[in-house]
Nanobody, 131 residues
Framework: QVQLVESGGGLVQPGGSLRLSCVVSGFTLSRGDYVIAWFRQAPGKEREGVSGISTADGSIYRADSVKGRFTISMERPENTVYLQMNSLKPEDTAVYYC??????????????????????WGKGTLVTVSS
């Protein structure tokens, strides 16, 4: 059974940093057949893809709104994907979700990550950026 468990959210002042973790169980990142993505959903807004990483080839996606501030990485021995968030802004306030998409036999996957294309979701962790 696949499970994604996020942690690391909290309250931070503008300009501060947080590191989110997504611990994966039910498959190993080393298999190289999943895309792991971070989405966020602010109150009253749609869920949007923030960043993603392919376990197949390490390809990375970042939304324009977070380029230069957010960094996604994975630690295969820990079976964990991280999202390092720096220079946080009030508009980054949202519930952040980790999601996984199985890469099919063709090996194709697409950026930006599609909300409807994800096969598994975590329950989310709240990030609040406020002074």
């Amino acid at each position: 059974q696949v499970q994604l468990v996020e942690s690391g959210g909290g309250l931070v002042q503008p300009g501060g940093s947080l590191r989110l973790s997504c611990v994966v169980s039910g498959f190993t990142l080393s298999r190289g057949d999943y895309v792991i993505a971070w989405f966020r959903q602010a109150p009253g807004k749609e869920r949007e893809g923030v960043s993603g990483i392919s376990t197949a080839d390490g390809s990375i996606y970042r939304a324009d709104s977070v380029k230069g501030r957010f960094t996604i990485s994975m630690e295969r021995p820990e079976n964990t994907v991280y999202l390092q968030m720096n220079s946080l802004k009030p508009e980054d306030t949202a519930v952040y979700y980790c999601a996984a998409e199985k890469i099919g036999p063709s090996g194709r996957y697409y950026w930006p990550p599609s909300r409807d294309g994800m096969d598994y979701w975590g329950k989310g962790t709240l990030v609040t950026v406020s002074s």
